[in-house]
């Protein structure tokens, strides 16, 4: 199973991303995808998911400005960032629990990272 993230880059305060990341290889189904992100000198931390039902979740410190969306059709899901600031500043990883098969467990699988640059 690979994940491909996509959509990092630079933006100065009170701007926008979107990023994306598509799930492909051996998958049987998916159930959980999510965002999480690492700042330089800290730990990684939980963003945003979704499940498969649609059911979301976010952090508080991105709440009202991070919305995350999935097409399960395609495995794939995006995350919309506005209203963005410099302590958002970090690598993103998407993530996903994956069955690779039928009856077997979910696995967690992880995207290579994307880096968002919010600076002035």
């Known amino acids: 199973v690979q994940l491909q993230a996509s959509g990092g880059g630079s933006v100065q305060p009170g701007g926008s991303l979107r990023l994306s990341c598509a799930a492909s290889g051996s998958i049987f189904s998916i159930g959980t995808m999510g965002w999480y992100r690492q700042a330089p000198g800290k730990q990684r931390e939980f963003v945003a998911s979704v499940t498969g039902g649609g059911t979301t979740n976010f952090a508080d410190s991105v709440k009202g400005r991070f919305t995350i969306s999935r097409d399960s059709t395609k495995n794939a899901m995006t995350l919309q960032m506005i209203s963005l600031k410099p302590e958002d500043t970090a690598v993103y990883y998407c993530?996903?629990?994956?069955?690779?098969?039928?009856?077997?467990?979910?696995?967690?699988?992880w995207g290579q990272g994307t880096l968002v640059t919010v600076s002035s």
């Open positions: 993530s996903a629990d994956v069955r690779v098969a039928y009856g077997s467990r979910y696995e967690r699988f």
